[in-house]
C-alpha cells in the first residue's frame, strides 16, 4: 500500500448502548421515529433499535460501555454526494462570475496546488461536514498538477474516520482543444484511466459495509472529450461495485456547449458515450428536460442536488418535485466549497426544501422528504443502499445527534423534533458516531487538531490565492 493513502482506521468490535435518547428518526418505516429511544451497536454495525424500555436484557449485560445520548434528536448520518474538496482553499473567488467565468478565474490558482495542499484541504472540507451531520461523502477530485493524487485525500478521510467515496476525476479537453482549462491543467486519458485503475486495484472495497469505495469522474463534458467519457465507461465495468460521475446539465451555458460541441442535449450524448446505465451519478441537473427526467428514472441514474452552488453561480434551480414524481433518485450535494462557499450538508437540506417551496408550492419538498434524500437518497447514488442511511439492525453504526437543552434553535419546536433539526439550524452536531466508532462527542471532534488544521489551511490559502486570475478574483 501506497504511504499516501494512510491506514484504515480499525474497526470496533465491542458492545455498546446508546441510550437515553430524547427523540429518534431512523427513517425505517417498519420501525418509526421513537422518544426515549435506545441503540446497541456491535462493532460496527446496529444490532437494536427501539424503546429504552424495551432493549433486552441479555444485551444490558453483554454491554461493556453505556453512551449516554440524554436530550438529543438523533438521526442517521448525512450522505454527501458531491464535493470539490480542495476548493477550501479558494472560497470567496470572483463572487458575480457564472460558471464558466467562475472557473477560468480558480484554475490558475489550483495549478499552483501540491499534494500536501489537497491532503490539508480535503481535511478542513471532512471536518466541516462532520460538524454539519454529514458521516459519508463522496469527493470529485479532477485537476492534479505537480504532486497531487487521490491518495492525498484517502490518507485524509482514514485519519478523519469519514466513510468515504472519491472519484478520480479527469479532464483532457484542454483550451487549445476547444475546451474550457488551460492546457496545462489537463492530462491525458490513457494517464488518467491507468492511474485510475491502480486506484481501484489498491483501495477500492465492495465489500458489504466498506469504508472506501472509488469512482471515475470524468470532469464534464466541457472538460473531458466524448472518447474519455467512453473509455471512463469501459473501464468501470471490469470492477464491482465501482460507479460513474460527473457533472451535466448544469446551467444554459452547459446546454448550449453540448449542443454546439457534441450535436446533441445531454441525455442523448451520455447514451452516445455509454453512461445510460445505473451506475452513474450526475451532479445538478438543473437543466433537465421532461424526456430526460423520464430516462434518467428508466436507467435508474441519480441526481445530485446542490442547491446553494447552483444559486451562487446562478444556474438555475434544479426540479427536484419533477424529478422525485417522475421516479428519479435525488440526492444532495455541497458542491465545491468555492461555489457554495461552506460545507455544510445540514444547512444544504434545508435550503434545498426551501427551494422547492419559492414557485408557490408549500408542498414542493416535505420535511420527511428532504431527510431521505439527505440520507437514503444519498445511499442510492452512491451505491450503498442497504447500508447506511438508516438506523436500523443491519446497518452501519453511521448516526449524529443534536442536544436539545439549552439550545436556542431548537427552543419552542421539541414538539417536532425531526422538523426542528432541519428548519430552525441548530448548528454543530453533539454526536456523530461513523463505523461504530465516536467521532464528535460533546461537540468535540476527537481525530483532528481543529485550532492546528485550521491554521495551517489558511498558510496555504493565501499561498494559493496569490494566483488567482481574472479580473473578479
Known sequence: MSPGGGNPRPVPTELVLYTDIFYLGTLEESIGDIRGACIVVRGNLIEWVGPETDCPPELRLEATRVVSLADQVVIPGLVNTHHHMYQTLTRCVAQDSALFGWLTSLYPAW??????????????AMVELLLSGCTTSSDHLYIYPNDVTLDDTIRAAREVGLRFHPTRGIMTLGKSQGGLPPDDCVETTEVALEDARRLIRQYHDPSCHAMLRLGVAPCSPFSVTEDCMAAAAKLVAEFPGVRLHTHLAENQEDIDYSLKVYGCRPGEYIKRVGWNREVSWYAHCVMLSAEERVQFRDAGMAVAHCPSSNLRLASGICPVRRLLDDGVTVALGVDGT??????NLLQEMRLALLLQRASGNVEGLRVREALQIATQGG??????????????????????????????????????PLSSLLLCAPGNVTTSVINGEVIVRDGCLLTVDVKALVRDHNERSARICAALGGPEA
Open 111 to 124: 495549478s499552483t496546488m501540491t499534494g500536501e495542499d489537497v491532503y490539508v484541504s480535503a481535511k478542513l
Open 338 to 343: 468555492a461555489s457554495n462557499d461552506t460545507g
Open 379 to 416: 445511499a442510492k447514488a452512491l451505491g450503498w443502499e442497504g447500508e447506511v442511511g438508516v438506523i436500523a439492525p443491519g446497518y452501519a453504526a453511521d448516526f449524529v445527534g443534536w442536544k436539545t437543552s439549552d439550545s436556542v434553535a431548537f427552543a419552542g419546536g421539541l414538539h417536532q
